[in-house]
């Protein structure tokens, strides 16, 4: 013991002597002295890993030459029962991040920021500087027998040793991996009462990985230890925690490890608290889609920030966020460059600094390719896990599609785009279920290049889009112009005129006043015909005469032909009419001869004029009122683009000159 | 390769303005400021609405014993003024040419942000790790 203290007083000299940039002079009381050497012997002894007891360990407590190995001291760290926060900050502020190891100056100025902590002190330099009483290790029965003054228990320590090592290893690279998170920021903001529930949520991963070791240690020592998982469960429910790999190597030590089951979906990437859970995803999309409704589609910048703004982050670090987030520098923001976007300012929230770049669980392409699209998605495919991705590609393709059809061709009303979306999805879910995983790559590519795409088109869609929901309401998009042109070009009126043109095309010909139908080099066509028609006059149906009636006046012909025609399948037509129209006995048939066909004609044409007349009206007024339709947007664009420039007035600064 | 990136505000006033060898940096940022007038020279003198790449390209701008000024205005009257090493005689024009473009690349991507307010000063990390990317080349 005296070799202890005496080791300590030296240790605590140096502390005091030593290091001038470092921490300040450290005033230990003999109590404390006491303890905290054994404390350190005891982290000391465990790392060395080698015989002995109390004595040669303190022995080995040399200033500056013997360190406590990350392990027990972590896990010392974490029985005093501090938030892992502050056990970061105790860490950072006692200088062992600085040298990289706990010497003993660095373990004293640790136990002694446990205790300010403990107390409600911040942690701070100078609230070590006070008496302070020892501080509190909740550890199991046996630690609690050694720390209370049993130096012979140390032996216990040796069982401890082969589980420990594991552990420190873990500890190790748990470590590195938060110290490499701190110090990408050097400042870390203090943490405020918890906020709202998913920011909450958030928060359980860091100290999550705490206590999912501290829980694992307690697993695998034996009987004695108090159980510990009711603390585990309520702090986390789901997967995220930072040790999962530390956890997966001791889980295959351990069987009967209930927080295995946690460990399904976690792949291997270090940056844990970066990882979106499946609830933190449901309430991102749920707010996309407040925003917007359509999942495929993009939120503006405008419409982001308004919602960001709300977060009452700063603006340089929103600004921030959007630049991590936005990984195609559109100026628009898809579902999985939201959710990144909300993930990272729900994480700043939780005073997680923010991260030098994007993390690999947070890009774009992992986001889309890891989570299924929300709602139908998830009911549907639960079960079929493997193919996930493959059905998520061809969906997303397909919605890439369909978003890219909307943006290209405008006229689509949105709503008609998101029903055919559920519809193409729908069926989408039906054969993609069969659907190849080899097709990934190239839907992938496609959909990066149809992504990619629309980054020079979603300027002047996404604002045109908003002009026009301006005018109307959301639900029902303004009816925009299928397809005709502003410009009434003949050919425009030549498609209206189209489905009348069978009817008018008689008409339109322009009949030769009546000529004696007698041609002579045509006779004999006429002839055939003529034969032909009274042959087919004869036919019962009347639509095959008619048809080669009508068949033969679009023909090119002498214009005596088509009258010949016309005479005679007026004839017959006539004729044929007779059994069909019953009103018109045989005597009016009787009476149609060349000078009533002439007069008919006449009417006839007079008809197909008020027919055509009436159709040219119409097309008028369709062009009027899409004349008008096109002139009211036009205003509420210049509306617009004068509110702009306003603002733009506005908001630049003064100019100096 | 560059001693000194700036990027002028249309109205002259700077959005961004970093420069190598942390001393010195007063120097700069005087020639930036006197080469201004070089750049409004030659946006005068091109008085023809037609804007290309060519045109965004100032060239050549001012050269002095040791340095070598180079100017670029883009379409909004944004300009950018670089400022490289005489003693790097390497340096050619297509490479002065494509720094300006990655230039102007960046500062749209920071346009697209919408927390960026036009006329702000440029804080972008991505903006300034370009830059700098730019600036210790030579190295």
Not at chain 1, 437 to 457: G, H, I, Q, Y
Not at chain 2, 5 to 30: C, D, G, M, Q, W
Request: glycine share 4%.
């Amino acid at each position: 013991m005296e070799a202890a203290a005496a080791a300590a007083a030296a240790a605590a000299a140096a502390a005091g002597g030593g290091c001038g940039s470092g921490p300040p002079p450290l005033l230990l009381s003999e109590g404390e002295q006491q303890c905290y050497s054994e404390l350190f012997a005891r982290c000391a002894g465990a790392a060395g890993g080698g015989p002995g007891s109390g004595p040669p360990e303190a022995a080995r407590v040399a200033p500056g030459t013997a360190t406590a190995a990350a392990g027990p001291v972590a896990d010392l760290f974490r029985a005093s029962q501090l938030p892992a926060e502050t056990l970061h900050q105790i860490t950072e502020l006692c200088g062992a991040k600085r040298v990289g190891y706990f010497g003993a100056t660095q373990f004293y100025i640790a136990l002694k920021l446990i205790a300010a902590a403990q107390s409600g002190l911040p942690v701070r330099i100078e609230s070590i500087k006070c008496e302070l009483p020892l501080p509190r290790f909740m550890m199991s029965k046996n630690d609690g027998e050694i720390r209370f003054g049993n130096p012979a228990e140390l032996h216990g320590t040796k069982v401890q040793i082969p589980y420990l090592t594991t552990e420190k290893n873990s500890f190790k690279r748990m470590d590195d991996e938060d110290k490499q998170q701190e110090t990408q920021s050097p400042t870390m903001s203090p943490l405020a009462s918890p906020p709202s529930s998913p920011p909450h949520y958030q928060r359980v991963p860091l100290s999550h990985g705490y206590s999912k070791l501290r829980s694992s240690a307690e697993q695998m020592h034996p009987a004695p230890y108090e159980a510990r998982q009711p603390l585990v469960q309520p702090e986390g429910s789901s997967s995220g925690g930072p040790g999962t790999k530390p956890l997966r190597h001791q889980a295959s030590l351990i069987r009967s490890f209930s927080v295995e089951r946690e460990l399904q979906d976690n792949s291997s990437y270090p940056d844990e608290p970066w990882r979106i859970t499946e609830e933190q995803r449901e309430y991102y999309v749920n707010q996309f889609r407040s925003l917007q409704p359509d999942p495929s589609s993009f939120i503006s910048g405008s419409v982001a920030k308004n919602f960001f703004t709300k977060s009452k982050l700063s603006i340089p670090e929103l600004s921030y966020i959007w630049e991590l987030s936005d990984a195609d520098c559109d100026g628009a923001l898809t579902l999985p460059e939201f959710c990144a976007a909300f993930h990272l300012i729900v994480a700043r929230k939780n005073g997680y600094p923010l991260p030098e770049g994007l993390p690999p669980t947070l890009q774009p392409e992992y986001l889309q390719a890891a989570f299924p699209k929300p709602k139908w998605d998830c009911q549907l495919f639960d079960s079929y896990s493997e193919s996930l991705p493959a059905n998520q590609q061809p969906r997303d393709l397909n919605r890439m599609e369909t978003s890219v059809k909307d943006m290209a061709d405008l006229p689509v009303p949105t709503q008609d785009v998101t029903s055919d979306d559920k519809q193409a999805l729908k069926s989408t879910i039906n054969e993609a279920l069969s659907k190849d995983v080899s097709e990934d790559p190239a839907t992938s590519k496609d959909s990066n290049s149809l992504k990619a795409r629309p980054r020079s088109r979603s300027y002047s869609s996404t604002s045109i889009e908003e002009a026009m929901k301006r005018g109307e309401d959301p639900p029902t998009p303004p009816p925009r112009p299928q397809k005709t042109h502003s410009r009434a070009s003949s050919l425009d009126l030549n498609k209206v005129f189209q489905p009348s043109v069978p009817a008018t095309k008689s008409g339109l010909l322009p009949p030769p006043p009546a000529l004696p139908p007698r041609p002579c080099p045509s006779q004999s066509e006429q002839v055939s015909e003529a034969e032909l028609l009274p042959q087919l006059s004869r036919a019962p149906s009347q639509a095959a005469e008619s048809s080669p009636a009508k068949k033969d006046v679009p023909y090119s012909q002498p214009p005596s032909k088509p009258i010949r025609r016309k005479f005679r399948p007026e004839n017959q037509a006539t004729e044929n009419q007779e059994p069909s129209t019953a009103a018109s006995g045989p005597a009016s048939a009787a009476t149609m001869k060349p000078h009533p066909t002439v007069q008919k004609q006449s009417s006839k044409q007079k008809k197909a004029i008020q027919t055509a007349i009436r159709k040219n009206k119409e097309a008028n007024a369709v062009l009027a009122r899409l004349n008008s339709e096109l002139q009211q947007q036009l205003k509420e664009v210049h509306q617009e683009r004068i509110a702009l420039e306003n603002q733009l007035e506005q908001l630049r600064p003064v100019t100096v000159l | 390769m560059a001693v000194c990136i700036a990027v002028i505000a249309k109205e002259n006033y700077p959005l961004y303005i970093r420069s190598t060898p942390t001393e010195n940096e007063l120097k700069f940022h005087y020639m930036v400021h006197t080469s201004l007038d070089m750049v409004d020279e030659k946006i005068s003198a091109m008085g023809k609405a037609l804007v290309d790449q060519r045109e965004l390209y100032l060239g050549l701008l001012y050269p002095t014993e040791d340095y070598k000024v180079y100017g670029y205005v883009t379409n909004s009257k944004v300009k950018f003024v670089m400022v490289v090493d005489s003693s790097n005689t390497a340096l050619r024009d297509n490479e002065i040419r494509s720094m300006f473009r990655k230039l102007h690349n960046s500062y749209t991507d920071v346009m697209c942000n919408p927390f960026y307010n036009p006329g702000d000063r440029i804080q972008s990390r991505a903006f300034d790790n370009m830059v700098t990317s730019m600036m210790i080349q030579v190295c």
